[in-house]
Nanobody, 116 residues
Framework: QVQVVEFGGGLVQTGGSLKLSCVASGSTFLVNYVAWHRQAPGEQREFVAGVATDGARDYVDFVKGRFTISRDNAKNTVYLQMNSLKSEDTAVYYC??????????WGRGTQVTVSS
């Protein structure tokens, strides 16, 4: 079983930066692909970025050039560096870890609020 917890959310002004962390615990050797998703009020949850065990990265178009996902396997942590934040980036950000042979493990989320 794998558990993930998100850290690093908060309040930031437009144009500012935040770095989110997703820390995995448990049977972390079973973790494969890890992704960040977000959900704004009244909206559906959407994919933001993901990283595979080999470091290959995926981004949704609206964060390309602003967000960077990275992975430290030794620390069982995946990061999401968010720069040039916009008000439309305001959302709860969730980490999701694909577990080999098991269901995806979701965290409880961390709130990111971008004020103008």
């Amino acid at each position: 079983q794998v558990q993930v917890v998100e850290f690093g959310g908060g309040l930031v002004q437009t144009g500012g930066s935040l770095k989110l962390s997703c820390v995995a615990s448990g049977s972390t050797f079973l973790v494969n692909y890890v992704a960040w998703h977000r959900q704004a009020p009244g909206e559906q949850r959407e994919f933001v970025a993901g990283v595979a065990t080999d470091g290959a990265r995926d981004y949704v178009d609206f964060v390309k050039g602003r967000f960077t996902i990275s992975r430290d396997n030794a620390k069982n942590t995946v990061y999401l560096q968010m720069n040039s934040l916009k008000s439309e980036d305001t959302a709860v950000y969730y980490c999701a870890a694909d577990v080999i042979g098991g269901p995806t493990s979701w965290g409880r989320g961390t709130q990111v609020t971008v004020s103008s």
